[in-house]
Protein backbone atom coordinates (compact mmCIF):
# COMPACT_ATOMS: atom_id res chain seq x y z
CA UNK A 1 0.00 0.00 0.00
CA UNK A 2 1.25 3.51 -0.91
CA UNK A 3 0.65 6.64 1.47
CA UNK A 4 1.58 10.25 0.60
CA UNK A 5 1.69 13.45 2.45
CA UNK A 6 0.57 16.86 1.56
CA UNK A 7 3.71 18.69 0.71
CA UNK A 8 1.96 22.41 -0.15
CA UNK A 9 -0.18 24.91 2.30
CA UNK A 10 -2.77 23.73 0.54
CA UNK A 11 -3.99 21.45 -1.87
CA UNK A 12 -6.98 20.55 -3.89
CA UNK A 13 -8.65 17.38 -4.06
CA UNK A 14 -11.02 16.87 -6.99
CA UNK A 15 -13.62 15.32 -7.23
CA UNK A 16 -12.37 13.12 -10.38
CA UNK A 17 -8.99 13.77 -12.71
CA UNK A 18 -10.04 16.97 -13.72
CA UNK A 19 -10.34 20.72 -12.94
CA UNK A 20 -13.93 21.12 -14.12
CA UNK A 21 -16.93 19.22 -15.02
CA UNK A 22 -20.08 19.61 -16.83
CA UNK A 23 -23.49 20.17 -14.57
CA UNK A 24 -26.30 21.88 -15.77
CA UNK A 25 -25.65 25.16 -15.39
CA UNK A 26 -22.50 24.58 -17.54
CA UNK A 27 -18.60 23.68 -17.28
CA UNK A 28 -17.99 24.00 -13.31
CA UNK A 29 -15.39 23.58 -10.79
CA UNK A 30 -14.47 19.99 -9.79
CA UNK A 31 -13.06 20.89 -6.63
CA UNK A 32 -14.43 18.73 -3.77
CA UNK A 33 -11.94 19.29 -0.55
CA UNK A 34 -8.81 20.07 0.46
CA UNK A 35 -5.34 18.79 1.82
CA UNK A 36 -3.50 20.88 4.35
CA UNK A 37 0.22 21.08 4.63
CA UNK A 38 1.34 17.86 6.55
CA UNK A 39 -2.31 15.80 6.14
CA UNK A 40 -1.63 12.06 5.16
CA UNK A 41 -3.39 10.28 2.90
CA UNK A 42 -3.55 6.80 1.09
CA UNK A 43 -3.05 6.46 -2.51
CA UNK A 44 -5.12 4.40 -4.34
CA UNK A 45 -3.63 4.76 -7.90
CA UNK A 46 -1.57 7.53 -9.42
CA UNK A 47 -2.84 8.12 -13.49
CA UNK A 48 -1.29 11.30 -15.71
CA UNK A 49 0.05 12.80 -13.03
CA UNK A 50 -3.15 13.07 -10.42
CA UNK A 51 -3.07 10.44 -7.75
CA UNK A 52 -6.77 8.93 -6.66
CA UNK A 53 -6.23 9.43 -2.53
CA UNK A 54 -8.56 8.38 0.39
CA UNK A 55 -8.66 10.71 3.41
CA UNK A 56 -8.12 9.80 6.89
CA UNK A 57 -11.54 11.18 7.58
CA UNK A 58 -12.77 9.17 4.59
CA UNK A 59 -12.88 11.41 1.70
CA UNK A 60 -11.60 9.94 -1.35
CA UNK A 61 -10.67 12.24 -4.51
CA UNK A 62 -7.92 13.34 -6.79
CA UNK A 63 -4.87 15.70 -6.79
CA UNK A 64 -2.26 16.66 -9.08
CA UNK A 65 1.10 13.94 -7.52
CA UNK A 66 3.03 17.18 -7.68
CA UNK A 67 1.32 18.22 -4.33
CA UNK A 68 2.00 15.13 -2.11
CA UNK A 69 5.46 13.61 -0.64
CA UNK A 70 5.01 9.85 -1.56
CA UNK A 71 6.00 7.25 0.81
CA UNK A 72 5.37 3.43 2.26
CA UNK A 73 3.62 2.30 5.15
CA UNK A 74 6.96 2.19 6.71
CA UNK A 75 7.69 6.01 6.10
CA UNK A 76 3.98 6.82 7.16
CA UNK A 77 4.77 5.07 10.57
CA UNK A 78 7.87 6.73 11.01
CA UNK A 79 6.10 10.55 10.20
CA UNK A 80 3.33 9.79 12.17
CA UNK A 81 5.68 8.76 15.30
CA UNK A 82 7.49 12.26 15.07
CA UNK A 83 6.37 14.87 17.07
CA UNK A 84 3.84 16.73 15.16
CA UNK A 85 1.84 20.08 15.72
CA UNK A 86 -1.37 21.76 14.39
CA UNK A 87 -1.40 25.10 13.19
CA UNK A 88 -3.85 26.78 15.48
CA UNK A 89 -3.11 30.46 14.11
CA UNK A 90 -5.01 31.65 11.10
CA UNK A 91 -1.77 30.74 9.33
CA UNK A 92 1.94 31.20 10.62
CA UNK A 93 4.70 32.23 8.60
CA UNK A 94 7.69 29.49 8.74
CA UNK A 95 10.82 31.56 8.69
CA UNK A 96 14.29 31.09 8.06
CA UNK A 97 15.71 32.50 11.56
CA UNK A 98 13.45 33.15 14.74
CA UNK A 99 13.37 36.41 13.82
CA UNK A 100 10.60 38.94 11.86
CA UNK A 101 14.09 39.70 9.67
CA UNK A 102 14.16 35.60 8.29
CA UNK A 103 13.41 34.46 4.92
CA UNK A 104 9.55 33.16 4.24
CA UNK A 105 10.19 29.44 3.53
CA UNK A 106 6.50 28.44 3.97
CA UNK A 107 3.44 30.24 5.03
CA UNK A 108 1.18 27.18 6.40
CA UNK A 109 -2.80 28.00 7.09
CA UNK A 110 -4.59 27.14 10.36
CA UNK A 111 -4.75 23.09 10.56
CA UNK A 112 -1.69 22.59 8.74
CA UNK A 113 0.59 19.92 10.64
CA UNK A 114 4.45 20.62 11.36
CA UNK A 115 6.98 18.55 12.40
CA UNK A 116 8.61 20.14 15.72
CA UNK A 117 12.34 19.51 15.95
CA UNK A 118 13.09 17.73 19.42
CA UNK A 119 14.74 19.42 21.95
CA UNK A 120 14.96 22.76 20.52
CA UNK A 121 13.30 25.60 23.01
CA UNK A 122 11.56 28.39 21.82
CA UNK A 123 13.06 31.26 20.98
CA UNK A 124 11.61 34.77 21.82
CA UNK A 125 8.38 33.00 20.97
CA UNK A 126 9.30 31.10 18.06
CA UNK A 127 9.48 27.44 17.48
CA UNK A 128 11.78 25.32 15.92
CA UNK A 129 10.01 23.24 12.93
CA UNK A 130 11.67 20.61 10.39
CA UNK A 131 9.46 21.01 6.65
CA UNK A 132 8.95 17.71 4.85
CA UNK A 133 11.18 19.74 1.76
CA UNK A 134 13.81 19.52 4.59
CA UNK A 135 14.35 15.88 3.96
Known amino acids: MRFAVFRKPVS???EKPA???QSKKGTVSAIA???LYGMTCQVLGREDGWAHILMFYGYAGYVREENLFFMTETGL???????????EAGC???LSLPAVQGV???ILPGGALVEMVPG???VDGYTKVRLLTDR
Do not use: H, N, W
Open 12 to 14: VIY
Open 19 to 21: FTK
Open 33 to 35: DEG
Open 77 to 87: RDYLSRELAVV
Open 92 to 94: ADV
Open 104 to 106: CQM
Open 120 to 122: QPE
